[in-house]
């Protein structure tokens, strides 16, 4: 099985991970060993930058009793033109499993022609690892999806992708508020419906954050994008402040995927206010990869 998009995963499929994570963070808060993935490994390619989830994969990996292996882009034969296929079959002799960060057509590549598990660590269309830590984090705080009221301000960037399908899945109602021209990918809007998902896209911040449960945002310019200043010129009434958080529910929670620009998508004051959850949230990308690598691999 791979993870390329969330509309891989089934209901059943997400909750079993999600029961996996909070088990292992468990054990993890006393301290008990888990060596489930003892003498697996996982080779990550990464073509853009990353933190979190190269950082998580990589502790996820050892604390499971495994092991991680980190290839720049440019240090491989891959940055001067090895084939993705050669790569892909080589690479499976090696390890176990495949955690891989480039274009989607290059990652949808990979997984056609590994012969073990391949990881999406995030393309310009989607990035379901950063969805199961959030639907974590949600039901973390929430205790439940289902009529839950997710409201999106700003791109409908990859992240946007994911979590419409996330919320299709977990039956969470979900409102994008994006500036005209960035409405998340149409195909993806499609599957959710599909999915039984019912997301709305609008152009004003204050429908989808009017009595919301979760709210969420992202970087108005994303590691794919070029056009920075237009970009900026276009976002701008599309910020979380403090006045939109309060159109909200009173125990609504702040989210985003981070990396953040403070003081364009997101209030310097807001990642700090009482109700953002985004620490805890980037905290969960460790958890939930573990029970997804559990899942793929165990
Ligand atoms: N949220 C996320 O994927 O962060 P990184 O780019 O640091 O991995
Ligand atoms: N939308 C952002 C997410 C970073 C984790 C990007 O693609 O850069």
Redesign the pocket.
Known sequence: MNLISMADLSLEGVMDILDKAQDLKEKRKHGKTVDLLRNKSLVMIFE?????????FEVAMTSLGGHALYLNWQDIQLGRGESIEDTARVLSGYVDVIAI?ATHDIVTEFAKHATIPVIN??TEVE?P??SLADLLTIYEFKGKFSGLKFGWIGDGNN?CNSSILACALTGMNIVVACPKGYEPNATIVEKSKDLGGNAKITHDPIEAAKNADVLYTDVWVS?FDEEREERLRNFRSFQIDKALVDKAKHDVIVMH???AHRGEEIAPDIIDDPRSVIFEQ?EN?LHAQKALLVKLLG
């Not at 853009?48 to 998580?56: D, F, N, Q, W, Y």
């Open positions: 853009k930058p990353s933190t979190r989830t190269r950082a998580s960060r660590g995030l990035h690892c950063q992240v590691m995927c981070l990396p980037a990308r």
